[in-house]
């Protein structure tokens, strides 16, 4: 947290009276709302813990507009944090739609001054959080992410950059460091250490507060995890790809809101996603009505999970094989057929560093939801508090033996299943 | 290799005619040369690969002069090379003295349009490889290149600095891609494959160099340590640390040309540092003038080799105990007993880590440097042929072991061992 609100010249947060007038300066805009902008109805509609968020709907069609304000808006101005973070986005939504095409919103205008970005309006997608926590079946949605992770990270990793793009990116990247550290201070270090913005299921988990922030071995794992977040540039990340940033419908998927992108560890991006279905997964004890209510679409959760492991993998290897255009590992010291089969295995060598790496990160993830400042509505939804701690003692329990005995989780097949053990025998916090 | 020779507005190469009129209108030189321009003695003494060095004498001191060429000096206009090398040169320079002091030789000017640095004069200083090759005692090295590596890659790490302070060194250092591609082309890959650029002693080691061409293990090997030379943002590394980056007395120490430097794995420069010592400890076996004659010296080599890892080890721990100022394992996170002893023990498996990176970078640091385009002359100063490759066939031997069997070598003691090793059981190339 920097110790001041940013001012910046022509700044000034957005208010639906004021954002018809600013559209309708902007042509590309005018043209896709139609008709006049007294006909375009604006609405503030931003449930998010950082920015302003208007949907604005003309005659014809309609668009999203996000604006950073400078401080955390979940917060307040106590805690300021600066406008460059719409710059990081825009950077970082540019390269992900040049890599992945219709997997992210269309940018229809980009206002640096303003910290504003105009996109197109996805509807009728909602955010993917909600529809799981309503049993929702997203069939697409484990090819899609998978793709996109495959996609985004490969591309832009030493196996397919040349150094001098790959270190120009790390450059153009390098100065988000106020959204790195929300990370760097909430998902690694205060869940572990008494710290005022913690919060947990009260007083039903203290026990497990407590134990956590004892507990040196883990301690010393998240931390190595840390470094890693810290000084390992692999590639650029969306930094925050849990199902709160993921709009859809079962038919079409759209990543949003990367402005936590930098250049990190791949698998923090991977290890997110599968740290969201894992919560998703213990919630719906809470959620049902009657116990076994929900036991298929428990299942189809880990399916799903296991479906993006097993996709990415696949397609993430599939990219190397059909884009060696990378610095690392050059075609040329791997020509004929044992340098073909030593370079295969190096390739699937490679993917089981990091499938450890994601274990990490997913643990990571898990834990800070239940003992950090930001929960998931997918068990701050659950009312009753009993049943709440039992979903989130069963995935403390798990997160907590994958950050620190990662070497037995060999497969992700042994994650899904090492899930319905905790389930089953843990009967209540 | 860009395509072009750079030009810049401003720059032109030095020459003793011009360079005294130059230094003449900087005051602070002209007061350390004293007298007047007219008795200056200006010699152009650059025997390095890439730039043009002065020396420029007064009658009261005298001072050096290092600028950057728009090419390789050693290859010509061939062979582009930017002139932002002087300024990321000066910018380590200027972070090196400001962690360790007399370790470097003082900046008396700096001029970026030029690319020139003009510094202290460093008399009687000789190359340590010179020096090392006629078996002189250097009585301070050990102590002062262990505290010279813990400094600057200690301070320049997450375990010192706040995550904002290191991605600005990162982005900082970013732009200093052709002198890292070098390294990219010349350590990790050249020399595993066909390249123009190659050479070795032949026909004596035809069959190594076309055995390490076919030779999938150490190319997976070197292939991974190119992969984290890439990707690693560990800390300011001096990124050229061989014996001939170092001037010295048998009582004063500098460590001079950091144009290289960039935000790397710390092991890069542990290893190098490793590497020069082995290969100076083989290269014996070519001067003598008779069997045994330099026996005592061989094992000083060794021995100051053991000294200089163990020294930066103890004194990287201690930096670490007492300024754990980073973002990277808070304090906050290890307090009370059983926290110490937790961090205690997961310091000592990060300099195993680091260990474990440095002798796979000293392995590459051998390797190129006989098979590869830029030999040492330990090595190349052997005029029986011979004699030579049989001194190469050691070093490269051991190289691909350490590089391969890595975790065979748990000790420096280890490495020390099984370089007699091989000295005492391979008669001949």
């Known amino acids: 947290m920097s110790a001041t609100i940013e001012t910046r010249k022509g700044y000034a947060p957005q208010t639906p009276a004021t954002l018809a007038a600013y559209l309708s300066g902007i042509p590309a805009v005018r043209m896709i709302l139609g008709g006049e902008p007294a006909q375009w109805r604006v609405t503030e509609v931003g449930d998010g813990n950082l920015n302003l968020v208007f949907i604005v709907k003309g005659p014809s069609d309609g668009v999203a507009v996000k604006q950073a304000l400078p401080y955390v808006r979940l917060v307040g101005e106590s805690w300021p944090l600066p406008l460059s973070r719409a710059h990081y986005e825009h950077m970082a939504l540019t390269e992900q739609a040049r890599l992945t095409g219709r997997l992210v919103p269309a940018i229809h205008h980009y206002d640096e001054k303003l910290a504003l970005i105009v996109m197109e309006l996805l509807e009728p997608h909602i955010i993917m959080r909600r529809g799981m926590i309503a049993a929702t079946i997203y069939p697409k949605f484990a090819d899609d992410i998978s793709t996109f992770m495959a996609r985004t990270l490969y591309f832009t990793s030493d196996l397919a950059l040349t150094a001098e793009k790959k270190k120009a ?235 620190v005995h990662t070497g037995d989780y060999t497969s992700i097949v042994i994650v899904a299943e090492a899930a319905r053990k905790v389930r089953s025998e843990m009967k209540s916090y």
Not at 197 to 204: A, F, I, K, M, V
Not at 227 to 249: I, N, P, Q
Not at 259 to 288: K, Q, R, T
Not at 372 to 394: M, P, Q, S, V
Request: charge should be negative; glycine fraction near 6%.
């Open 169 to 403: 990116m790390i450059a153009a990247f390098a100065g988000n460091t106020a959204l790195c550290k929300i990370t760097e201070d909430l998902i690694f270090t205060d869940p572990y250490r008494v710290a005022e913005l913690n919060r947990w299921t009260s007083p039903q988990l203290d026990p497990y507060a407590a134990r956590w922030r004892e507990d040196v071995e883990l301690k010393v794992a998240v931390s190595r995890l840390k470094l890693k977040f810290l000084s390992s540039a692999e590639a650029m990340l969306h930094g925050d790809l849990h199902t709160g940033s993921v709009m859809l419908t079962p038919e079409d998927t759209r990543i949003i809101d990367p402005e936590f992108a930098f250049m990190g560890p791949m698998g923090f991006d991977v290890g997110a996603v599968i740290a969201n279905f894992l919560i998703n997964y213990f919630s719906h004890d809470g959620h049902e009505e009657r116990p076994g209510e929900r036991d298929k679409y428990r299942e189809r959760v880990l399916a799903m999970m296991e479906q993006i492991w097993t996709g990415f993998r696949a397609k993430f290897l599939d990219l190397w094989r059909q884009n060696p255009t990378g610095d690392a590992y050059p075609p040329s010291l791997f020509a004929g057929e044992a340098g073909a089969a030593a370079l295969e295995a190096e390739r699937q060598a490679y993917m089981d560093r990091l499938w450890t790496d994601t274990l990490g990160f997913a643990a990571a993830k898990m834990i800070r939801r239940i003992l950090g400042l930001a929960h998931n509505i997918d068990l701050e939804l659950i009312t009753d508090k009993d049943r709440r701690a039992t979903c989130e003692a069963r995935a403390l329990t798990l997160a907590r033996d994958m950050m």
